[in-house]
């Protein structure tokens, strides 16, 4: 690929009125539509076009900031975690929340399994418990159990579910990553990481299964299928607040993690070395992804902005 693919300028998507901590592709649906999430600690969590970064629609009820949001691969649903002590799971066609589920700590992580119309919910935050909820009942309040207590020895900060619906990986603020097994309801493996946890994301530009993770100067990938199992770890001379995978072109994404680093950075994979920096934030970027056709990249940051990044060459969406 010529450098020359992404030296565009990004699409940059404004609304919301405080940090982006958070932002979460849907999968593809019919062909070659998808959606974007942006978690924001405006407590207004936004759904957009993947493609041109149109805003949809804005997800109203919380009552603090939200910390983290994902849609179901289908894009019908939406969860939030927020910091008034809540996750919410919501319906992205009328942006009804259809359940709330009360915690008695901050909420800084969802996720959904890799399914359409998911039934159940992960959640993890301040109360370091991994709790798993049931959607499926009519019952307004959810029935949960708790998945590892006394385990996580720090705030979960990312849940990720894996390929495989029994296996979940939580990112913790303890600087362990652990993959949890649903049926013994035990941990099957863990993997220690040198410095502060950013993000912690499973590839979407494929089905190898790769798990990204940001943590102190460095970025770590894992075999999401195989629990502990770490492919290779790559230390940077910055400090790094979030990564995303193309595994297909072999390139990953940096996000600097300070207001002196502002910048996105583009690396090779194989290679471990900077191949573009992309200014454009003006504070640090908290989360970044691929989208999932993998011609794009969005980044999320404390100035309040998403940006959409083009990742292919010729025309795409609204770069002519």
């Given at each position: 690929?010529?450098?020359?693919t992404?030296?565009v300028?990004?699409?940059t998507?404004?609304?919301?009125?405080?940090p982006?901590?958070?932002?979460?592709?849907?999968?593809?649906?019919?062909?070659?539509?998808?959606?974007?999430?942006?978690?924001?600690?405006?407590?207004?969590?936004?759904?957009r076009?993947?493609t041109?970064g149109?805003?949809?629609?804005?997800?109203l009820?919380?009552?603090?900031?939200?910390?983290?949001?994902?849609?179901?691969?289908?894009?019908s649903?939406?969860?939030?975690?927020?910091?008034?002590?809540?996750?919410?799971?919501?319906?992205?066609?009328?942006?009804e929340?259809?359940h709330?589920?009360?915690?008695?700590h901050?909420?800084?992580a969802?996720?959904f399994?890799?399914?359409?119309?998911?039934?159940i919910?992960?959640?993890?935050?301040?109360?370091k418990?991994?709790r798993?909820?049931?959607?499926?009942?009519?019952?307004?309040?959810?029935?949960s159990?708790?998945?590892?207590?006394?385990?996580?020895?720090?705030?979960?900060?990312s849940?990720?579910w894996?390929?495989?619906?029994?296996?979940?990986?939580?990112?913790a603020?303890?600087?362990?990553?652990r993959?949890?097994?649903?049926?013994?309801?035990?941990?099957?493996g863990?993997?220690?990481v040198?410095?502060?946890?950013?993000?912690?994301?499973?590839?979407?530009?494929?089905?190898?299964?790769?798990?990204?993770?940001?943590?102190?100067?460095?970025?770590?990938f894992?075999?999401?299928?195989?629990?502990?199992?770490?492919?290779?770890s790559i230390?940077?001379?910055?400090?790094?607040?979030?990564v995303?995978?193309?595994?297909?072109?072999?390139?990953f994404?940096?996000?600097?993690s300070?207001?002196?680093d502002?910048w996105v950075?583009?690396?090779?994979f194989?290679?471990e070395?900077?191949?573009?920096?992309?200014?454009?934030?003006h504070?640090?970027?908290?989360?970044?992804?691929f989208?999932?056709?993998?011609?794009?990249?969005?980044?999320?940051?404390?100035?309040g902005?998403?940006?959409?990044?083009?990742?292919?060459?010729?025309?795409?969406?609204?770069?002519?």
């Amino acid at each position: 690929m010529p450098g020359e693919t992404t030296k565009v300028v990004p699409l940059t998507c404004h609304g919301h009125s405080r940090p982006v901590p958070h932002i979460h592709f849907s999968s593809l649906v019919d062909e070659d539509q998808y959606y974007i999430i942006s978690a924001c600690k405006d407590g207004n969590p936004m759904l957009r076009d993947g493609t041109t970064g149109d805003w949809i629609g804005t997800f109203l009820g919380h009552k603090g900031a939200v910390w983290q949001a994902r849609l179901s691969s289908d894009a019908s649903l939406a969860a939030t975690g927020s910091a008034d002590f809540s996750a919410k799971v919501w319906d992205t066609h009328t942006g009804e929340a259809l359940h709330t589920l009360s915690h008695n700590h901050i909420v800084r992580a969802v996720a959904f399994p890799n399914q359409p119309s998911p039934q159940i919910l992960a959640t993890g935050g301040m109360e370091k418990k991994l709790r798993i909820f049931d959607l499926s009942s009519a019952s307004s309040t959810p029935q949960s159990y708790e998945i590892g207590s006394g385990v996580h020895g720090g705030t979960i900060k990312s849940i990720v579910w894996t390929a495989d619906p029994n296996i979940v990986i939580t990112a913790a603020e303890d600087k362990k990553i652990r993959w949890w097994d649903l049926r013994s309801q035990s941990s099957v493996g863990e993997y220690a990481v040198e410095g502060v946890v950013g993000t912690c994301e499973l590839d979407n530009t494929s089905s190898d299964g790769v798990l990204s993770v940001a943590a102190g100067n460095s970025v770590y990938f894992f075999n999401s299928k195989s629990p502990g199992s770490l492919v290779k770890s790559i230390k940077t001379p910055y400090e790094i607040a979030s990564v995303a995978l193309h595994s297909g072109q072999r390139k990953f994404v940096t996000g600097g993690s300070s207001q002196n680093d502002t910048w996105v950075r583009v690396w090779d994979f194989d290679e471990e070395k900077e191949l573009e920096t992309n200014k454009g934030h003006h504070g640090p970027i908290w989360s970044t992804s691929f989208s999932p056709d993998a011609k794009l990249y969005a980044t999320g940051s404390e100035d309040g902005t998403v940006k959409l990044w083009k990742f292919t060459s010729g025309p795409y969406g609204l770069w002519r």
